[in-house]
């Protein structure tokens, strides 16, 4: 098992992350349940705020478990309303709700070009997704890139459905090997405390965000592209 070296600083044709931004917009208008309440100003006699979801941190959201379970450094990244909030997430499938987060264009756009996958992921009833952020596919070395993208369904899907495993896993229950929608196998390690990584020791990813909920899927943000293994 293989991480693409995110150390690497050789950036991308614009290509893929053009792709990215449309799909991102395509994506978000698919789901796009804004809730926002259109807050005309409240009143100056203090109508009841009934669920006003105008507060600042997420950690006003009804399912109170939304924020507890995340964990990770990068969450603070996250936009803290709308769609891409990690309140946001919760009301969309997986793919749309990734469309909708800014640390996700890159994944998005590699999604957008294996046919069906996208609607195959937001039509799962269950799904663990380790989502690679944007510097990680920056940091993939041009020619892999290419490579995969000549060949979506042949070459980048199976990179791609590596990253998901057909169960929803919880920070507490992570830990362990598991069975990726690739077939191939993934070990996590750690916890929201101490850390999670994924991938063998040496070449692992290491969550940067994880726990965040969508309403089919349970994603962590990882800082590498893993690779299944060659077999």
């Known amino acids: ?54 507060s600042s941190a997420p950690e006003t959201s009804d399912e109170g478990a939304t924020d507890a ?9 996250i936009p ?10 919760t009301v969309d499938p997986v793919a749309t709700a990734a469309g909708n987060n800014p640390l996700l264009t890159q994944l998005v756009g590699a999604v957008g070009l294996v046919p069906g996958l996208a609607d195959q992921l937001n039509s ?43 169960e929803r896993l919880e920070p507490d229950e992570i830990a362990g090997t598991h069975t990726t929608l690739n077939g191939a196998e993934l070990t996590v390690e750690g916890d929201a405390e101490t850390g999670v990584t994924a991938g063998e020791t040496g070449t692992e990813a290491t969550v940067l965000c994880g726990g965040i909920q969508t309403a089919n899927a349970t994603v962590y943000v990882i800082d590498s592209v893993m690779l299944p293994p060659a077999n």
Do not use: Q
């Not at 100003?41 to 203090?46: H, K």
């Not at 379970?69 to 969450?75: H, I, P, R, W």
């Not at 020619?143 to 791609?160: N, R, Y």
């Open 124 to 166: 799962a009833e269950e799904l663990t997704v380790f989502a690679p952020y944007d510097p990680a596919f920056e940091a993939v070395p041009a020619e892999t890139m290419e490579a995969l993208t000549a060949d979506p369904e042949g070459a980048l899907a199976p990179v791609l459905s590596y990253h998901v495993l057909p």
């Open 80 to 89: 803290t309303d709308g769609a891409g909030s990690l309140e946001g997430m």
């Open 1 to 54: 098992m293989k991480t693409l070296n995110r150390r690497s600083t050789i950036r991308r044709s614009s290509g893929i992350a053009a792709l990215a931004l449309t799909l991102s917009v395509g994506l978000a208008a698919c789901g796009d349940s804004s809730d926002e309440d259109t807050d005309n100003g409240t009143d100056s006699n203090g109508s009841s705020d009934t669920g006003s979801s105008e």
């Open 69 to 77: 379970a995340v964990f990770g450094d990068a969450c603070g990244e």
